[in-house]
């Protein structure tokens, strides 16, 4: 599914409202077996995304055995290990170009593509998926240097609790802080039922033996000692920049606003790898 259904902003819908909140609620009441299978495909498949940049010279392409299948990683460089994770509907490839500033400058980046993202397994994606997939990840590593991550990919960072992340520094590219808030306002705004999609939630919390209604990225935030750079562009679609400026007051949280650059442009963008810059100098 589109980035938009998980971070839009509430008015830009095309979803004709009553007419899918009529049809939604009426499936889940007359056949809610099949009802909710169907939700989970909705809500549950990313949308696949092409591959936009050439892939460096050098690259070590490798498939990851986790909990969630094989995770496809993407290698570069040599030096101390900066870990990358995309959000929603992206993939690695995003990260080509910020990987090739990073070896630049003496490092490994070292990226992946989430479950049913990608080149990678799984034909669903959801928070519990990509934890899983960053822990396959970090596993691997004795240590690392750092994590930039994008979108979802942040919200999914601030929440695991692995070890080869305490008290590292972490980028966070156009991140959605206030995951439930914006998650359950653009569903509602759509039309939606808000029964079914909360079962599909409670399926997911099931399925993985996770209680999905604790994920808080901003709080995780908030409590995080090591140094924060907050990179987001002011005119985001998908991820409120609002909710980066009210984190921005936190003392460990720096911010990097953007102009013009969007949800995904920021990736490629100077002001993310100054950031980068300032980071690793500091």
Known sequence: MSSKIYFGQKKGFSFRRSALSVATRFHHSVAPKHALKTARR??????????????????????IDTQEGKIMSYQLGSGPTWVLTHG????????????????????????????????????????????????GILNRQAQIEGVIAHSMGGATLLESEHPCLQHKPIILVAPVLKYWENLFGTVEASGYSMKLFREVIDDVGRQYNFTVDEIDPFTKLQHRGAPVVIVHDKGDRFAPFAVSEEANRFDHVSLVATEGLGHGRVLKSDPLKEAFNALINR
């Open 88 to 135: 929603w509907s992206g993939s690695a490839n995003q990260f080509f170009p910020l990987m090739e500033h990073i070896a630049a400058a003496g490092y490994t980046a070292l990226a992946y593509d989430h479950p049913a993202h990608g080149k990678s397994e799984g034909k669903e994606g959801s928070i519990p998926a990509f934890l899983f997939a960053l822990d």
């Open 42 to 63: 909705l809500f549950l498949t990313p949308a696949k995304m092409k591959d936009i940049n050439p892939t460096p010279e050098g690259m070590v392409v490798e498939a």
